[in-house]
């Protein structure tokens, strides 16, 4: 029997779920639930929000060389005579021949601080989306439409087609014009991540059992977590597998972008899909 969920019970549990701190079980009830109440739908959404709000802050990162430059003076400062220092005027933050060295202290201090502000903010918001992606690889083969919810939930995303994807993307995205023969086109939609926008897709294969593909600018191994990952080749194409206990992520790059399988079988079924979005793409740009 399907687990049922009220909003009591979902409003207790939001943090759980954006934790991913919950059995499959409960998941799937949660992303039932946030799919029907745009309530405790939005209320998840702010808990996203501020994560987001957290990470987005811009932090400089310290220059290279800084580290070198600042033992060198203070080298220097080593080597000032005791004559020096008794005719030195009595000492001001702001004269003086250590006005360089305060100064590039202080700087120090403060790309340092910012530094590991910028590092703490990005590991958190890798795990958030490391803990978003593994409910979803959890959910997936088991109930892809409440999959798709768990990414929406917590994403902004719009169902497109081939034509609406383009000014949604800025390009012509490979993976919604069709897949090989065995693979039904389920849904296709652009979800807002922090990283960049992505195309997200669904086909089902005749046994009902579900593959997601992704299509993105750039490599976003935040997805995966600490999960690790093996690079494979495929004729002329180099993919990275992930295992995903009971199915198999795969990446690779395509052109200017790259392509994400999620929920493969198997690492050939990943790279006969390589191989043919290769040959569609050679027979494209002829």
Known sequence: MKREMDCSEARERLSDFFDGEMSNE??????????????????????HDLSQMTAALEHPLP???LWDSLEAQLAQAD???????????????????????VMALAASVVFAIGWIG?????????????ADFDQYFNVLH??????????LAKYEGQPVDAESAVHLVGYQPTIVNGMPEGYAH??????????????????????????????HDGERPAWFGD????????????????????????????????????????????????????????????
């Open 26 to 47: 409960v998941q799937m009830a949660m992303a039932d639930h946030l799919a029907e109440c745009e309530v405790c739908a939005q209320e998840l959404a702010e808990f």
């Open 63 to 65: 220059p290279p060389g």
């Open 79 to 101: 080597g000032v005579s005791a004559e020096d220092l008794a005719a030195a005027e009595p000492f001001r933050w702001t004269t003086g021949p250590f006005v360089p060295l």
């Open 118 to 130: 910028y590092q703490s903010n990005l590991n958190m918001l890798n795990l958030a989306i490391s």
């Open 142 to 151: 088991q109930d892809p439409v409440a999959a798709q919810q768990l990414l």
């Open 186 to 215: 389920h849904s296709c939609n652009v979800i807002k991540l922090p990283n960049g926008n992505a195309v997200h897709c669904q086909y089902l294969r005749p046994d009902g059992s579900a593959l997601a593909i992704f299509e």
């Open 227 to 286: 999960r690790p990952a093996t690079e494979a080749v495929h004729g002329d194409t180099k993919l990275k597998m992930v295992d995903l206990d009971k199915r198999v992520a795969g990446t690779w790059q395509q052109g200017d972008r790259h392509i994400t399988v999620v929920g493969a079988h198997d690492a050939n079924e990943i790279g006969q899909l390589a191989g043919w979005f290769g040959e569609r793409t050679d027979v494209i740009d002829q």
